[in-house]
C-alpha cells in the first residue's frame, strides 16, 4: 500500500496495522509529510477544537534514585546540585499557576520511593487540594508500588505520567541499567489504571538504534494499553551520560528528531483521536522558536509551561538545550500566549481539561 492510500484511510479513522503505521511514519517527501501533520491538525481540531491545555509543570526535586543511560539527573551524575522544593514553595508555585489560569499542574521529580518522599508527595497534593483555585494535578515520579499509586490518588492526584520510553523491550534494555526492568514498568502502568488514574505514557524518539518499526510499534503499544495521555520528545544526548557519550550527535541529527517527533505526535492523533498529547519542552529545545507550535500544528492539545523559579531549572537539566533557562513562569506565560495567538489557538483557561479518551472510557460523562 502506498502512502496517500494510508493516510485516507487513518483519515477516514479505520484502524490501521503496525505496517500501515510505520509507512505514514516514513512519509516519502516533504509535500506527503506536510500533508500528514495537516491530518493530524485536523482531527486534533475535530475532538479539541483550536484549543490548547495548559498544565503548570512544577519539577519539584532533581534527588533520583535511578540511573537511566540517557537522562542528566540519573543518580551518579555528581556535577548536579541536587535539591528539593518545600512544601511552602511547590504550593506557591501551584498558586500562581491556579492565579495564571492554567487549571492543573504536574508534579515531576526524579524517582524515589523511600517513606519521607512518599509522605511529603502525600502532603504536597491534600496542601495544593486546599488552594482556593480547583487544581487537576498530575504526577510524574516514576514507578511506585499499588499502596503508594492509590495513597497519593486519595490525596488529590487524578493523572500521571510514566512513559514506556520504548516499548520494544531490547531498546529499553539498551538505555537502561538492568535493575530497572521493562516488566516492572509494564506492571506500574497496570496498576496506575488499576488506581484510577488517567495515565499518560510515551516514548522517546530517534534513540539510537531505534527504527520506525519501532515507533510504529510504540504508537499500537499506546492503544493497546488504552493510554488517556501520550508525551513524546526527541531524544537529546546529554554530554555528560552513557548514552550521549556513546552516540554523540551528527550535524542535523536533531532537527531530523524533532521531525520525526512531529510525525509521530501526527500519526498517533490519527490512531488514538480523543486522547491528550502534549508538545514537550524537548521540541523547544531543538526549535526554541516554533517547536512546541509545531507540535500543536501536527495534532498536540496539551502545553506544559513552566511555573517553577528560575534558580532550580539549571538543575534540572534531563538534556542538553533546556529552554527558558532564565525566564521565570510570568515571562514563560506571556510568551505562550503571544506564540498560541499566532498560530490561531486558544488557551484553556481554569478548566483542569481532562482528556476526552478518559471520560468516555470510564463512561462518567453521560453527555459524551
Ligand atoms: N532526551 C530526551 N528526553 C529525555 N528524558 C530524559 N532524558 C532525556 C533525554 N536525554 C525524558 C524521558 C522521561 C522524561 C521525564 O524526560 O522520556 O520520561
Redo the contacts with the bound molecule.
Keep these: 500500500m502506498n502512502f496517500y492510500d494510508v493516510l485516507a484511510k487513518a483519515k477516514a479513522g479505520t484502524n490501521l496495522s503496525v505496517s500501515e503505521l510505520q509507512i505514514l511514519l516514513d512519509a516519502p517527501d516533504v509535500n506527503a509529510e506536510k500533508e500528514l501533520l495537516a491530518a493530524g491538525y485536523a482531527v486534533k481540531k475535530e475532538y479539541c477544537g483550536n484549543v490548547v491545555n495548559l498544565r503548570g509543570l512544577i519539577e519539584f526535586s532533581n534527588i533520583c534514585s535511578r540511573d537511566?543511560f540517557?537522562?542528566?539527573i540519573r543518580k551518579s551524575m555528581r556535577t548536579v546540585s541536587r535539591y528539593r522544593m518545600s512544601m511552602e514553595e511547590i504550593t506557591a508555585a501551584a498558586r500562581l499557576a491556579g492565579e495564571y489560569g492554567y487549571g492543573s499542574v504536574v508534579l515531576?521529580s526524579g524517582e524515589r520511593s523511600d517513606r519521607e518522599f512518599v509522605d511529603f508527595v502525600t502532603g504536597v497534593l491534600r496542601e495544593i487540594k486546599k488552594l482556593p483555585c480547583q487544581l487537576g494535578i498530575t504526577l510524574?515520579c516514576g514507578e511506585q508500588t499499588m499502596d503508594t499509586y492509590l495513597r497519593w490518588r486519595e490525596a488529590g492526584a487524578t493523572r500521571y505520567l510514566l512513559?514506556i520510553?520504548s516499548s520494544n523491550p531490547e531498546i529499553f534494555a539498551r538505555i537502561h541499567p538492568p535493575e530497572c526492568s521493562f516488566s516492572e514498568r509494564l506492571e506500574a502502568l497496570v496498576r496506575l489504571k488499576a488506581a484510577d488514574y488517567q495515565v499518560g505514557t510515551?516514548v522517546?524518539t530517534g534513540l539510537p538504534g531505534q527504527s520506525t518499526a519501532d515507533l510504529a510499534e510504540d504508537v499500537k503499544f499506546f492503544q493497546e494499553i488504552d493510554a488517556d495521555m501520550i508525551g513524546m520528545?526527541?531524544?537529546?544526548?546529554?554530554e555528560h551520560?552513557p548514552l550521549?557519550q556513546a552516540n554523540p550527535d551528527a550535524p542535523g541529527a536533531a532537527m531530523k528528531r524533532l521531525e520525526l517527533t512531529l510525525r509521530m505526535i501526527a500519526v498517533t492523533r490519527l490512531l488514538l483521536r480523543d486522547v491528550n498529547i502534549a508538545a514537550t519542552t524537548?521540541l523547544q529545545a531543538i526549535d526554541p522558536a516554533g517547536g512546541r507550535e509545531r507540535g500543536i500544528m501536527a495534532g498536540a492539545n496539551v502545553i506544559m509551561p513552566n511555573v517553577g523559579d528560575t534558580g532550580r531549572r539549571r538543575d534540572y537539566q534531563?538534556?542538553n538545550g533546556k529552554p527558558d533557562l532564565d525566564e521565570n513562569a510570568p515571562e514563560v506565560r506571556l510568551k505562550l500566549l503571544e506564540s498560541l495567538a499566532k498560530i490561531g489557538e486558544i488557551p484553556r483557561f481554569n478548566e483542569p481539561g481532562d482528556p476526552l479518551h478518559y471520560q468516555v472510557r470510564t463512561r462518567k460523562n453521560e453527555k459524551i
Aim: charged content about 10%; some cysteine.
Design positions: 537511566c540517557y537522562c542528566g515531576q510524574s512513559r520510553e510515551g522517546m520528545g526527541p531524544y537529546l544526548p546529554q551520560t550521549g524537548a534531563l538534556y
